[in-house]
């Protein structure tokens, strides 16, 4: 575990890999965590250095047959010791060659590959539903007015208004519908520019409280030395609306209802925009936490895609829309249940907008 003359030593080689690495001695202390497993867990290396395994986290219960080379969970649940915050990852531990007693445990967020692995199947389903928005905007919209004018028409004012209001209300609902889809049917690019997010942050917050959110307690909790961010600034107001009112939408059964908006920079978080691609430096962390019932576990994994929706009178566009402005952005978005009591996260990660 020394750096020989010929190259450079483990410390080196983990800092550069793209997932977290622990390092156990003998005695399963931790000796390394790299910068990854620092976001991860979100827990300082000094803080781990010196601690056993098992006061970190929980991790996966071993088969009593394990082999003693290797052990491997995939898509397994741990729990973090401080705060009890719950992580899916894909947990692997191995021996150390040549060095006996020494171990590696490397996790790789399970969460944040599947939702990786879904970008592209995201962005195929987004196009489809760019071309059907388009389809239906042009074929449906123009009957849609003519059937609204000649219900106007029909009510005089010596006729039973009933039936004409029926059909009027339903033209103008469907109406509505056509519209929210025509935002897929945009494809020009965004005016991306380095902007301080925080004044958009707080409009978002005082027109949710205004409005949808006026009976939610909504929290801030911002980190001040956040650089600029690389948006849109409208795009971006309307991700962070749409995500507002997502979780006002959610917490109408909630006894005390809140939500937090915070912001936080994760130093050398990267990801790849799609399989074969290079990462990309996104370490402005934006997260809407709500603490309602989050969506149902059948549909967590495709909350994105276009017509998903957990609401029993919801139409699934307005997240679709969320994650396709994100990407348009640079960004991605996800969905997590966290914390202890169990919170729903929408964690969105863009770049910042300066070297």
């Known amino acids: ?118 970008s592209v199947d995201r962005a195929s389903a987004a196009r489809a539903a760019i071309g059907a928005a388009a389809m239906l905007a042009h074929e449906i919209k123009n009957p849609l007015s003519g059937i609204r004018g000649a219900a106007q028409l029909l009510a005089g004012p010596k006729t039973d208004t009933t039936l004409t209001t029926l059909i009027t209300t339903e033209v103008d609902r469907i109406a509505a519908l056509i519209d929210r889809m025509q935002d897929f049917t945009d494809t020009r690019p965004l005016n991306l520019q380095p902007s301080n997010i925080y004044p958009l942050l707080d409009h978002a917050r005082r027109v949710a409280l205004a409005g949808f959110g006026r009976n939610v307690t909504i929290e801030e909790r911002f980190d001040p030395s956040l650089p600029p961010v690389l948006v849109d600034p409208d795009a971006l107001l309307q991700v962070v609306l749409n995500l507002l009112k997502n979780g006002c939408e959610a917490l109408t059964t909630v006894a005390n209802p809140r939500i937090l908006l915070s912001t936080a920079y994760r130093h050398g978080m990267a990801v790849s925009p799609s399989p074969g691609r290079p990462r990309r430096p996104l370490p402005i962390e934006v997260c809407v936490i709500d603490n309602g019932p989050g969506a149902p576990e059948e549909i967590a994994d495709h909350l994105f895609d276009p017509f998903v929706s957990g609401k029993p009178e919801g139409q699934g566009l307005g997240l679709s829309l969320v994650d396709k402005l994100v990407r348009d952005m640079g960004g991605i978005v996800q969905y997590a249940r966290e914390g202890s009591p169990l919170s729903t996260v929408f964690r969105i990660l863009l770049p910042r907008g300066s070297a």
């Open 1 to 118: 575990m020394t750096e020989g003359a010929a190259g450079p030593g483990f410390a080196e080689l983990f800092a550069t890999l793209p997932v977290a690495v622990m390092v156990l001695d003998p005695d399963g202390r931790i000796t390394y965590a790299n910068a990854e497993c620092e976001t991860l867990l979100n827990l300082s290396e000094r803080a781990m250095r010196g601690q056993t395994l098992d006061s970190v986290i929980v991790p996966p219960r071993a088969p009593s047959d394990r082999d003693e080379r290797l052990f491997a969970a995939f898509d397994t649940e741990i729990e973090l010791r401080r705060g009890g915050m719950r992580v899916r990852v894909d947990y692997i531990e191995a021996r150390v060659a040549d060095r006996p007693g020494w171990r590696t445990v490397t996790l790789h967020h399970a969460a944040a590959s599947r939702r990786m692995g879904h």
